[in-house]
C-alpha cells in the first residue's frame, strides 16, 4: 500500500493515474492466471513459511485491482441503467407515433 502512496514509481518511472491510486505508466493489472500460479519464497534457515513481506505486496496488489475491477463495474451499470432509461423515454415518445401510422 505504501507503494501507492509515493508520488514516484520504482525506479522513477512515471506515474499515470487509475482508479483512484497512483500507478506507474509500465503497471499491468494481475491477470488470473498470474495470482493461480503465484508461488511465494520461501523465508531462510530456521523458519517456516513464506515471507511474509512479500505475500502482504502481492495481497495489497490484488486487492487494488480488485478495487477498481468493482469500481469499473459499478460504473458500467451506471452508464447502463442510464441508456436504458433514456431508451424507454425513446420509446414512449415514438409509440404516440407509431399509433397514429398505424390508424391511417
Known amino acids: 500500500m505504501r507503494a501507492l502512496l ?3 514509481g520504482r525506479e522513477g518511472q512515471s506515474l499515470r493515474r487509475l482508479g483512484s491510486a497512483y500507478r506507474s505508466a ?10 493461480r ?3 511465494f519464497t520461501p523465508v531462510g534457515f530456521g523458519r517456516r513459511g513464506v515471507d511474509p513481506d512479500e505475500v502482504t505486496e502481492f495481497l495489497e496488489q490484488v486487492a487494488g485491482d ?4 468493482y469500481a469499473e463495474l459499478a460504473g458500467v451499470r451506471e452508464q447502463n441503467a442510464r441508456i436504458k432509461d433514456a431508451l424507454r423515454r ?3 415518445r415514438q409509440a404516440p407515433t407509431a399509433h397514429e401510422l398505424a390508424r391511417r
Open 37 to 39: 500460479l503465484r508461488r
Open 6 to 8: 509515493r508520488r514516484e
Open 26 to 35: 509500465t503497471y499491468r493489472p494481475l491477470l488470473p492466471s498470474q495470482v
Open 90 to 92: 425513446w420509446q414512449a
Open 66 to 69: 480488485l478495487a477498481r475491477a
